[in-house]
């Protein structure tokens, strides 16, 4: 059995296992983050050529679905890690491989508040704090974004950075994806290599994974992780309403036609953002494939962008739904909804998930100026 093959079954059953310990200690526990790292599961997406998966995008959400399922705040940083390992293509390949001097390195990151970089001789000095930084507690390396004022003007760089060469605040007071461990990190005046920064650009001749926007891919990742939340608080739901009895009452609540009502439409809606979601992917990717220099369209870009923050959004009103039907059994914290209830609600949170991407695909739609930001 090869890792992927390992991740479908016998990863995806631990982490279930072990979704209590990681809920209860706020991190994926060292042992589970070993045996997770040792199976590449932090980089799904790293280049063949550093020892990689490079595992095509329709398998790949689909395997973030299922460890969603398991486990959301282990899936969330499966996709993050394992997106932020494409940039690694991006680099030398000398570079990269000294980054990467084994396949299950694995980097974390997190967006930047007040960070500098200032250029010196031979690379920059870089100044900040960036939080959110979701695995970084099993990552090796970190990745921090700096802006760099230069004579030509502004722009944006990507610096690694080992993780020992900076300060991590363990702060992460949270009620839903609290086993992220998505800490902040700070620097100061810390002396970063040229050739271990590199500004965002694309690779014309670079496998077809390579040419899906990363915004994207971590758009798909997290609908995806969405996805198996949803999932896992409806298989609940189907579970506690046989045994479940309301007070007052002498039947079951799968005795009641309005629940078995209730739980056949949210079946019929997340099986349709299931299909959305899946469908997006799936067709772009088997249009580009085979293509000498593939280029995602306009269109292509947001039918991605639409199908996984509606994916992310109806995600958290399944599973609402089903957090009601559940009755006061949903608010025990011992009880798996409860938490799927608080994960959900989190990512529904994210940029990826925001009810103004609805808007940038409108004006789209009515060909009005828009944000490009939120497709590349």
């Not at 990467?100 to 508040?113: D, K, L, R």
């Not at 461990?181 to 005046?189: E, K, P």
């Not at 000498?292 to 958290?316: D, V």
Request: with cysteine; glycine share 6%.
């Amino acid at each position: 059995m090869n890792n992927i093959d390992s991740l479908k079954t016998t990863l995806q059953q631990q982490v279930a296992e072990r979704a209590d310990d990681i809920e209860e200690t706020r991190r994926i526990p060292p042992d589970l983050a070993a045996t997770l790292k040792s199976a590449q599961a932090f980089s799904l997406l790293l280049p063949e050529t550093l020892g990689g998966p490079q595992m095509a995008l329709p398998e790949y959400i689909r395997l973030i679905q299922r460890m969603g399922e398991a486990d959301g705040s282990t899936a969330w940083a499966m996709n993050q890690g394992s997106v932020l390992s494409t940039f690694s293509h991006q680099l030398p390949l000398g570079v990269a491989r000294s980054i990467w001097t084994h396949p299950t390195v694995t980097v974390a990151n997190g967006p930047p508040v007040g960070s500098t970089a200032v250029p010196e001789e031979g690379g920059f000095s870089i100044s900040g704090r960036w939080v959110f930084s979701s695995g970084i507690t099993h990552a090796d390396w970190l990745i921090a974004a700096c802006s760099v004022h230069e004579s030509s003007g502004k722009r944006g760089i990507l610096a690694f950075v080992p993780k020992d060469q900076v300060t991590i605040d363990e702060t992460w007071d949270v009620a839903g994806l609290a086993g992220t461990a998505s800490y902040s990190f700070a620097a100061q005046d810390l002396f970063i290599e040229s050739a271990y920064a590199l500004s965002p650009h694309t690779i014309t001749d670079a496998p077809l994974l390579y040419h899906f926007p990363t915004n994207l891919m971590f758009a798909c990742g997290f609908a995806s992780v969405a996805l198996g939340v949803s999932r896992a608080a409806m298989n609940f739901a189907v579970e506690r309403s046989a045994a479940k009895v309301k007070r007052f009452q002498n039947k079951t609540l799968s005795e009641d036609p309005v629940v078995q009502s209730e739980l056949g439409q949210c079946l019929a809606e997340w099986q349709a953002i299931e299909a959305m979601l899946h469908s997006a992917v799936d067709e772009t990717w088997a249009r580009l494939d085979g293509q000498a220099q593939p280029q995602l369209s306009e269109q292509q870009r947001f039918r991605l962008r639409i199908a996984a923050t509606h994916t992310i959004r109806r995600s958290r009103d399944i599973t609402d739904r089903l957090y009601n039907l559940c009755s006061t059994d949903s608010i025990y914290r011992s009880n798996d909804i409860q938490r799927r209830f608080q994960d959900i609600h989190v990512i529904s949170q994210h940029l990826q998930g925001r009810s103004e991407n609805y808007q940038t695909v409108g004006q789209y739609l009515m060909g009005l100026p828009y944000d490009r930001g939120m497709i590349s």
